[in-house]
Structure formats: structure tokens, C-alpha cells
């Protein structure tokens, strides 16, 4: 939010209770602020063969295509990156990874869906908390692409 402040970006926060922080469902985290679960997304990381990372912004209920992921990349393929090196790479947990603020921007790419909704919402980087924004704001921020990602 420091981030999107800093830059003079609208967005609304959203809040919801935590149950159990080992693992946060995006499907349930919709329903708890009250969004269709096509406008909340979720953020994975990858790594490809040339050991970059790689960003990935899709709705909470659907599955990156790891095939297209690579493509959009350039990579002969991509793996993703295991929870328990999330935090070396972009400075946040499960369940808390935002695609802003990471702690070096890597190549993003959102999934292409986003451009038809008026806002999207991602996690605001710590579990409990999410931004509301501009689809468009957001692939500004984090230089993103906006591609066809998810099965």
C-alpha cells in the first residue's frame, strides 16, 4: 500500500479473518470481502531452465497452465517455485505474496481475463489484506504483460 501511496494509485483495501495461516483459499477469501471469485487473483512464482523467476497474477480459482506460462516467457518450460523458497525470492509468505513491492522485480504476467473487469484484487502483501485496483494501474507498477496464462 506504502507503494501504490508512493505513486499516487486508487485502490481500496480489503480485510478478512484468518483462519488457519498455513493456507489462505482465494475462493474463500473472496466470499469473506464479498467479491465474485473472478475479480480476486492470486500470485504464483516460477523459475524457468535459465533459473529466472517469473510472476504470475491468475483468478483465484482457476490453474496457471504451466505450458503457457513457459511460452509467454520464453522458456523451454517453467516449475514453480516450492512455499518454502517464496520468501527468498520475493520477500513475502504463502498466502501473502502480492506482485507489488516484491523484493526485485521479476517478469509479469497477468492473466489476460483481468482486462475485462474494472478491478482486480490481489493480496496487499501480508495474510488478512488485500488491494483493490485498476487492472491497467497494476500492470503499470510491475511492468507487466497481459497473456493467455490459465487451463
Request: with cysteine; glycine share 6%.
Amino acid at each position: 500500500m506504502r507503494i501504490l501511496d508512493s505513486k499516487k494509485i486508487k485502490y481500496n483495501v480489503h480485510s478478512y479473518h484468518v483462519k488457519n495461516e498455513e493456507h489462505v483459499d482465494g475462493v474463500e477469501v473472496a466470499n469473506q470481502i464479498g467479491k465474485e471469485v473472478i475479480q480476486v487473483y492470486k500470485t504464483l512464482v516460477a523459475m524457468g531452465n535459465s533459473k529466472d523467476i517469473y510472476v504470475y497474477v491468475i483468478p483465484v480459482n482457476e490453474h496457471l497452465d504451466l505450458k503457457k506460462g513457459a511460452k509467454v516467457a520464453k522458456e523451454k518450460n517453467i516449475e514453480m517455485i516450492h512455499v518454502n523458497e517464496i520468501n527468498k525470492f520475493t520477500g513475502y509468505i504463502r498466502g501473502g505474496c502480492s506482485p507489488i513491492g516484491m523484493k526485485k522485480l521479476h517478469k509479469t504476467f497477468i492473466n489476460k481475463s483481468a482486462k475485462n473487469l474494472e478491478t482486480i484484487i490481489v493480496s496487499a502483501g501480508k495474510i488478512g489484506y488485500q488491494v483493490e485496483l485498476s487492472p491497467v494501474d497494476l500492470q503499470n507498477i510491475v511492468n507487466a504483460q497481459f497473456e493467455d496464462i490459465i487451463k
